[in-house]
Nanobody
Framework: VQLQASGGGLVQAGGSLRLTCAASGSTFDDYAIGWFRQAPGKERRGVSCIIKSDGSTYYADSVTGRFTISRDNAKNTVYLQMKDLKPEDTAVYYC??????????????????????????WGEGTQVTVSS
């Protein structure tokens, strides 16, 4: 089972990027797929997640209204459309899959596709750099 994140790059503040998470080895039908990011010197934080079966989504407060997560089940792919990017969005972005994806640990909130299961798979990251 593999997750491959791509689509990162260098963009000016206010610009847009679309990240892609391509899954292989499993259809992840009973999974949620999430995006996380880690800035230099900081902890990894949840960004957004989506439940593959019904499309339910969840966003971190910091990206609500600017980022949109979507999925194409036929292609076994999840996208993260990022608009109005800010320098503080600069980070390595990772996609992950599991029965449960927690985006906001404080509130234990995120996406639950299969209760009782955690986040099982992580992909390699893709760098997003937003210049001011």
């Amino acid at each position: 089972v593999q997750l491959q994140a791509s689509g990162g790059g260098l963009v000016q503040a206010g610009g847009s990027l679309r990240l892609t998470c391509a899954a292989s080895g499993s259809t992840f039908d009973d999974y949620a797929i999430g995006w996380f990011r880690q800035a230099p010197g900081k902890e990894r934080r949840g960004v957004s997640c989506i439940i593959k079966s019904d499309g339910s989504t969840y966003y971190a407060d910091s990206v609500t209204g600017r980022f949109t997560i979507s999925r194409d089940n036929a292609k076994n792919t999840v996208y993260l459309q990022m608009k109005d990017l800010k320098p503080e969005d600069t980070a390595v972005y990772y996609c992950a899959a599991g029965g449960t994806i927690i985006i906001s640990p404080t509130f234990v909130a995120g996406c639950t596709a299969s209760p009782g299961y955690g986040t099982d798979y992580w992909g390699e990251g893709t760098q997003v750099t937003v210049s001011s």
